[in-house]
Every structure is written in structure tokens, then in C-alpha cells.
């Protein structure tokens, strides 16, 4: 039986120590753990305890440190600094005085140059464990540099279209003055190192960008789509990319695949209605809505919020125009815009059916910026094919409306009719979420958002719940879907419920 060996390193899971740190056992047991399988050798003078865990991923979540200690004060450049860090198809592209030759680790190769820029002259910006990362102004003209790819991998240097795309990716989220300051900055940098060449294509970049000069042929696709006026946000495009992948994939035996539409009849639509814009703060008692619905007339002492329940109950109580989809984004944008301008047609002065024209935002959370919504709909929906039909699909149109929150008003509800034209597209059953289910519906939507998209799991389980609470209800009986509301707790204040631990269940 082997014999144990003390521990003189950290144990924990992913975690990486080097042979000359402070109370690290000398060369002779470090051999020994190794050979007798206590540690891991991932690289000259790098260990780790971590027997388990993938050596490339061990080292992903470690790579500032590793790099910090074996090229203290390196540079992240290049392509690398263009993308934020990431290492792109297995590479990073760093400046360094202090070795030239490639640095190999599991699952990451550190490609070194010298850095051809004074520290004054670079002014580069503050890292993780002593290393830095180039300004924006160096990001630009270092990738001007040509630079060829090697072994199928991307090259060193951005091509002319990324980088156009690099640039356009500031214009959409940086102002006109700050924009204007990267411009000067990168000028004054390339004349600081006498490359005088990139003075000109700087200046032919910016010039491009503002439509004062004409596009290259083969321009990046964000570039092009700034100039016309047609730019995305980027950030929520990848997002979006991670949200249609994750619905795609994701399993959970308690989320059903399909549920069937039942009965059709108008107590469906008028609870759709009424539930809907409560959870947007349009609170009536189910009476006070239902004669709004009857009498086709909103309450003389709250007219916005009576059209906003008429508006609602008239775009879902529509059995064709409900079910209405299209597989091509610009058709879906148009059903978009014209179930908002039905849902918010009593209320001119909100711009029904017209884009917003000022930026909105939930507390601290700023959602796409009016000049980037319409680009941002049409890259995001184009996702949508590529989630199954119904369920999935629903979720993935709700989400990316509630997060571009294309319209000053009105944004929630019109999200939830997309999210449901989409399962009575394929005759699924339609969601409702009820006033008591409220908060886990706002939960949820800010988890997928917190995760940048990468968790869904909450999502589809809450929206789950909801779908098989909605398809059990008898909506064919007026008198029974009342008495299931309240056996249910349906109607429950969603505060109150939660402080007295009051939850919805199922008919």
C-alpha cells in the first residue's frame, strides 16, 4: 500500500500551485506525490491536487495566475486583447521581455512577441495578478498589423472586416465623444511608433464608419449594418446564441415536451388578459375587468389601464390571428409590432407598433438601445429556427422581446402573445401566469439574464409549471375556472403568498 504523503498545497477542486511558492514541499516530494498519484505534474513547475477535473480546465479558470507568475507584467494583445481575453481556438496572443518562445499548457497555447511600445506610449490597463491588457487605442493598432493563420488556427492579428466589426462593436455602446477620443488616441499612438501607413488607415476606418467614405466590398457584417443604421447589440446576440442553444438542449423529466390546447372558449383570453397586465401593476378585481370586457368601455377613473385590459383581451380572444408565426424575422417583427400596436392602441401618446424612441430600463438594468432594437430583433429571431417547435421555441421569442424591451410600454405583455402565438402555432396549449406565480416568472427571467444566457434550467421549470397548471384548467366552464382559481390560489396576492408560504398548485 502506498504510503500517504502530507499535504504542503492547496487540495481544493481546479485549484494550481508552483514548486517555488512560499511552504511548498521541496523537489524530492513533489516527485514522490507525483509518482505515487497524490498530485499532478500540468506543466514545467505547475501542479495541481486535482485528480479529476480536466487539465485544460483546470488551467482555464487559473490562466491569469499562471500567466502572472510565469510572465510577470505581460501584455495581453493582439486578437486576444480584441476579444476581451478569450482564447480563441486554443491561443493567446500576450507581449513579454521575458521569453520569446511559445508557452504549451493543457488546452492553451501563449503565443509571445515583444511588445514594440514603451509603457508611456502604451499606457496599457491593469489585469489580474500583475498583468495588463491594452487600452482600446493599442487593441486598434496593433490588429492593423498583417498577420497570417497557421495550422487552421485564426491569425495572430484581426483581418480588416473583424476588426471594422471591433470598431462598429464601440460605436453601438460608446458615445460620439468617447468614439472621438479612440480615433485621436490610436493617431497619436501610430505616430508615436512611426507607422505612419496606420495613421491613414485609421483615419479610413472612421471614415467608412461615419459614410464619408464608401464600404469595402467585403466590409464586416456589423460594420456594415452601423452604417446603414442597422447595427445589433452584439452582447445580446451571443446571448440570445447561448438562450436557443441551452432550450435546445436542456433536459428536465418534470418539463413536459407537449401539452394539448383544450376547449376553446372566451374565458381563456380574458384570464390571459387579466393576468397578463397584472403582473405589469394593472390591478382590477376579476369583476371590475370582466365589465370592462362586457361594456367595451375602460373606467372613467383609470382610462389608460382599462384600454390596456381592453387592448390585451382583443389581441389573444382572436383564435386565427393568435396562432400567426413565421419562420422569416422580418415577418415576425411585423406580427410584433402589430399585436403591440392592438394591445396599446387605446394609449396613442405610447407610440403603439412604433419602436421606442429613449432608452429603458428595470432599476439598474438597461435593456438594447432604441437605435440598435430593430438590428438586434432580426439577428435574435433569425436563432429562432433553430429551436424545436412549440415549448422551446415560445420560451426562446419571450425571452429576446422581454430582454431588447423594443417598445416604450407594453413590452411584457406583447412577449407573453408572441410566446404564445408560437405554441398555438403547433395546437399546444397556451401559458398563463397567474398574479400568486408572479415573482417566480420575474425570477426566472432575470436568472436566464444574470447568466448571460448560459442557465435556462429555471426558466423552463417555472414556465413548465405554469404551462401544465394552464392546460389542467377547465376554461370551457366559467363557474369551474373560477372555483379552480381559488382552489388553485391563482388569484393570490404573490406577496402576500410568498411571506405566508402560499403557493400556486395544480387543478
Known amino acids: 500500500m502506498a504510503r500517504a504523503t502530507a499535504s504542503y498545497w492547496p487540495t481544493g477542486p481546479r485549484t494550481v500551485f508552483f514548486d517555488d511558492e512560499e511552504g511548498v514541499a521541496s523537489a524530492q516530494t513533489l516527485g514522490r506525490a507525483v509518482a505515487e498519484g497524490h498530485i499532478r505534474r500540468l506543466a514545467p513547475r505547475l501542479y495541481t491536487a486535482d485528480l479529476v477535473s480536466d487539465p485544460a480546465q483546470i488551467v482555464a479558470e487559473n490562466r491569469w495566475y499562471i500567466l502572472g507568475r510565469l510572465l510577470p507584467g505581460a501584455v495581453i494583445v493582439d486578437r486576444s486583447a480584441a476579444e476581451g481575453g478569450k482564447a480563441v481556438d486554443g491561443v493567446l496572443y500576450v507581449a513579454s521581455e521575458e521569453r520569446r518562445t511559445p508557452l504549451k499548457l493543457p488546452g492553451l497555447e501563449v503565443r509571445i512577441r515583444p511588445s514594440h511600445m514603451n509603457d508611456e506610449i502604451a499606457d496599457d490597463l491593469p489585469w489580474p495578478h500583475g498583468l495588463r491588457m491594452s487600452r482600446p487605442a493599442r487593441i486598434l493598432v496593433d490588429n492593423l498589423a498583417l498577420s497570417r493563420s497557421r495550422e487552421g488556427r485564426a491569425a495572430r492579428t484581426l483581418s480588416t472586416a473583424e476588426l471594422e466589426d471591433w470598431l462598429a462593436g464601440k460605436d453601438v455602446v460608446w458615445d460620439e465623444g ?71 438542449e436542456h433536459s428536465d423529466p418534470d418539463v413536459a415536451e407537449f401539452l394539448p390546447a383544450g376547449q376553446y372558449n372566451t374565458e381563456l383570453p380574458f384570464f390571459e388578459s387579466y393576468f397578463s397586465n397584472y403582473i405589469e401593476g394593472t390591478v382590477f378585481t376579476v369583476e371590475e375587468a370582466r365589465h370592462i370586457i362586457e361594456t367595451q368601455q375602460p373606467p372613467a377613473s383609470r382610462p389608460a389601464d382599462g384600454h390596456d385590459i381592453l387592448g390585451t383581451y382583443r389581441c389573444v380572444v382572436d383564435a386565427v390571428g393568435r396562432k400567426a408565426v413565421s419562420e422569416s424575422p422580418q415577418s415576425l417583427m411585423g406580427y410584433l409590432c402589430d399585436r403591440h400596436k392592438m394591445i396599446l392602441g387605446g394609449r396613442p401618446e405610447m407610440g403603439p407598433g412604433q419602436w421606442k424612441k429613449a432608452p429603458n430600463q428595470f432599476g439598474a438594468y438597461q435593456f438594447v438601445a432604441p437605435n440598435l432594437v430593430e438590428g438586434t430583433l432580426h439577428k435574435s429571431l433569425e436563432l429562432a429556427c433553430s429551436v424545436p417547435a412549440g415549448f422551446r421555441r415560445a420560451l426562446f421569442a419571450m425571452v429576446v422581446i422581454t430582454e431588447v424591451h423594443p417598445f416604450a410600454d407594453g413590452n411584457g405583455r406583447v412577449a407573453r402573445v408572441m410566446m404564445n402565438a408560437e405554441l398555438s402555432a403547433v395546437e399546444a396549449a397556451r401559458i398563463v401566469i397567474p398574479s400568486v406565480y408572479r415573482n417566480e416568472y420575474i425570477a426566472s427571467l432575470r436568472s436566464t439574464s444574470a447568466s448571460e444566457g448560459a442557465e435556462v434550467s429555471a426558466l423552463m421549470r417555472v414556465m413548465g409549471f405554469a404551462w401544465r397548471w394552464t392546460a389542467a384548467m377547465p376554461w370551457e366552464d366559467r363557474a369551474a375556472t373560477e372555483g379552480q382559481l381559488e382552489a388553485t390560489n391563482a388569484l393570490r396576492d404573490p406577496d402576500d403568498a410568498a411571506i405566508g408560504g402560499i403557493k400556486l398548485t395544480l387543478p
Open 178 to 248: 468617447r468614439m472621438s477620443r479612440l480615433r485621436e488616441e490610436a493617431v497619436e499612438m501610430a505616430e508615436a511608433i512611426g507607422a505612419s501607413t496606420q495613421v491613414n488607415e485609421i483615419d479610413g476606418l472612421f471614415q467608412r464608419l461615419a459614410g464619408s467614405e464608401p464600404l469595402r466590398p467585403d466590409s464586416g457584417a456589423l460594420f456594415q449594418a452601423v452604417v446603414h443604421g442597422k447595427g445589433w447589440d452584439e452582447q445580446r446576440v451571443e446571448m440570445f446564441k447561448r438562450v436557443a442553444s441551452g432550450l435546445s
